[in-house]
């Protein structure tokens, strides 16, 4: 009996989770409320930050150079690290490192709300990093072991990404408010109860999941992996603050390319690969994935030139662009509710095509933006269709990159989801702020707008280039039975 056969069959009579009923009993719905909870925390801390980052420096003597790393120190570890804990928490008990990771998150939060220093603040930046690294595939792998395929599970995905989006627009906004009110350190402070409450909870409720047959950990590919996924995460972000010719960036993403090269060669050659190939080798998470960094670019990244319109041409304050953004926050919990009923009546591969072309659509529409207060009806409601169509791609890519797998993947199939996902928002606004950069010709709101444009027909040119990937290399699925 091959590795795989093995480990296989240890989970289905070892401690993996009970099959799921087909109906939410009380203690389902208890767990998914802790499962969406979490996430939906993890979710807000990418954006509650980003608006006290000054306020932080001049509170804690931060250089206006190094700013920068209170962000940068967290998108590492949480891109860097998330494959790797993805399989480790396959191997060794996905709960475990749900609450391990949890307890590292509380812990480092509140580290970072009493920091005194900059460097006490960078650590605690680092631990939120990996903590959020091995919080989200753990969660995401108990939900689709928690929930079996099918309405439970696209019902438990769709909320899931509903709140995903929603979270990044609360931290926003949430940041500004904490930041205004309070201080930033309850920025940090406010993660501390929920993971409290969360940790007391979860023990009693969530089951153990984990096969009885553990091989190996392949410690060659796990080293490569994760090196690569730094060295590209940092180059990504070098290249958002220095330009795409810095030397740092290019060096950095040259490395991190040669690295998951390096990690290719040793996951064809090892017995229990960290990766196995034949996992890759499937369409729906080859290409399930592609669809996925695609929208997690896309939508993301748009905020940067619409944050330039609202600001630079339209001439808004801070505070009310980022209020702005509530609709597009809106069209996106919209699209997470929509989405696992569209996939139940249509399947997964045309609510990835429906939701890709109402996203180039809107996005596309938003080209035709002028340049005084008249033009916000139409960036309002783009904005929120487009939402709605980016959500549906979201949870199409999270139901089709994890369906068809046994229960002992299902780590390694949210680790590679979560890896999409935090890479396409790290490269996402680096991208943005390239094209606009190299479009912009002279100086001025005019200029800016027009630069704006040209970046906002590049990102609609981005999803249009994943509308076809997905009807051309993702196989038909039939919608399931009702």
Excluded at 255 to 273: D, I, Q
């Amino acid at each position: 009996m091959s590795v795989t056969d093995t480990e296989a069959a240890g989970t289905a009579r070892g401690t993996a989770v009970d099959a799921a009923p087909a109906v939410l009993t009380r203690r389902l719905r208890l767990v998914l409320v802790l499962l969406l909870a979490t996430q939906f925390m993890l979710a807000v801390d990418f954006a509650i930050l980003n608006v006290a980052l000054p306020v932080i420096g001049e509170d804690l003597g931060f250089p206006l150079s190094h700013l920068q790393w209170i962000g940068t120190s967290f998108a590492l570890c949480a891109a860097g690290f998330t494959l790797l804990f993805g399989r480790v928490a396959d191997l060794f008990g996905r709960r475990r490192l749900f609450l391990g990771g949890l307890a590292v998150l509380g812990a480092a939060s509140l580290v970072g709300g009493l920091a005194r220093n900059p460097e006490m603040l960078i650590v605690a930046r680092v631990f939120q990093g990996l903590a959020t690294a091995a919080v989200t595939p753990a969660a995401l792998s108990l939900m689709t072991t928690s929930f079996p395929e099918g309405p439970l599970r696209r019902k438990a995905l769709g909320l899931n990404g509903a709140l995903m989006s929603g979270g990044f627009t609360t931290g926003a906004v949430l940041g500004g408010v904490l930041t205004d009110l309070l201080s930033w350190r309850w920025s940090f402070f406010i993660n501390v109860p929920v993971a409290f409450v969360v940790l007391f909870v979860a023990p009693t409720v969530i089951k153990e999941s984990r096969p009885d047959y553990r091989p190996k950990l392949d410690l060659p590919g796990a080293v490569s992996v994760t090196l690569g996924l730094l060295a590209v995460v940092f180059g990504l972000t070098q290249a958002g603050e220095k330009g795409w010719g810095s030397t740092q960036a290019l060096l950095s993403l040259a490395v991190g390319v040669v690295l998951l090269v390096v990690f290719y060669g040793v996951e064809r050659k090892v017995a229990a690969p960290l990766v196995p190939l034949s996992v890759l080798g499937k369409r729906s998470v080859a290409w399930g994935n592609v669809a996925g960094l695609i929208a997690f670019l896309t939508e993301c990244s748009l905020v940067f030139p619409l944050t330039l319109y609202l600001q630079d041409v339209l001439g808004f304050s801070a505070l009310a662009a980022g209020l702005s953004f509530g609709i597009l926050g809106l069209g996106t919990v919209t699209g997470g509710v929509t989405a696992p009923k569209l996939i139940g009546r249509t399947g997964s591969k045309r609510t990835l095509i429906v939701g890709g072309v109402l996203q180039t659509v809107f996005t596309a529409a938003l080209v035709g933006l002028g340049d005084d207060r008249s033009w916000m009806g139409l960036m309002l409601v783009a904005s929120f269709l487009g939402g709605v169509g980016n959500m549906l791609v979201i949870v199409g890519f999270m139901v089709t990159a994890t369906t068809g797998l046994p229960d002992h993947e299902q780590g390694l199939a949210t680790g590679l989801a979560t890896m999409t996902q935090q890479v396409g928002i790290t490269m996402g606004t680096p991208v943005m702020s390239a094209v606009v950069t190299a479009a912009m010709a002279g100086t001025g709101a005019s200029a800016v707008l027009g630069g704006l444009k040209v970046a906002i027909a590049v990102n609609a040119a981005i999803v249009l280039l994943g509308v076809i990937t997905s009807a051309v290399f993702l196989r038909g699925d039939r919608a399931p039975a009702r």
